[in-house]
């Protein structure tokens, strides 16, 4: 809900920011600069403070990635647990406990496939190298800031041991 552009045009500028250098392609392929964080904690803060929340021009997966959608969420009638999908926010200060559910790479890499169908074949795996570059280096630099870890991948991993939750702190 937080893209700043859609997929094509961020497609779009990745490739044209390939052109200008490894300096500005390094830039545009890392994630952080493709969501509007600011945007977020608005509407983190609304949800918080009991408000109802309306984001228009969100990424729409029937829309072949396009920013036509549109989300309501209602006014929490009591506290609870937001559930964001994504794994960029590891960096801010906005969340009070932190989870994280990791999936191992081949099953996020079959869900981008299934999600993105309007995607040849080597743009998925293009697109998916992004992603996981990205990874990589994000929770080398914010896995600390995550107070559960939960491993979802059956097949062990470098990040844990087991699937069980694991506290970070």
């Known amino acids: 809900a937080f893209l700043i552009l859609s997929s094509r045009d961020r497609a779009k500028w990745i490739a044209e920011g390939d052109t200008l250098g490894s300096e500005e392609s390094e830039r545009r392929r890392n994630e952080l600069n493709w969501w509007d964080f600011d945007r977020f904690a608005a509407a983190l803060a609304e949800l918080k403070n009991g408000n109802p929340v309306h984001l228009k021009k969100i990424r729409n997966p029937a829309d072949n990635g396009h920013l036509t959608g549109e989300l309501r969420i209602p006014a929490p009638q009591k506290p609870g647990v937001l559930i964001l999908e994504g794994k960029g926010v590891a960096h801010l200060d906005h969340h009070d406990v932190l989870f994280f559910v990791h999936a191992h790479p081949h099953i996020r ?19 998916f190298q992004i992603t996981q570059r990205f990874e990589d280096w994000y929770f080398t630099q ?26 970070v702190l």
Not at 121 to 127: G, I, N, V, Y
Not at 143 to 167: C, F, K, M, P, Q
């Open 142 to 167: 914010h896995r600390h800031r995550i107070h559960y870890w939960v491993d979802n991948s059956s097949s062990g991993t470098d990040l844990t041991a087991s699937t069980a939750i694991h506290e």
């Open 109 to 127: 890499l079959e869900r981008l496939r299934q999600r993105d169908t309007h995607r040849t074949p080597a743009e998925t795996a293009a697109r």
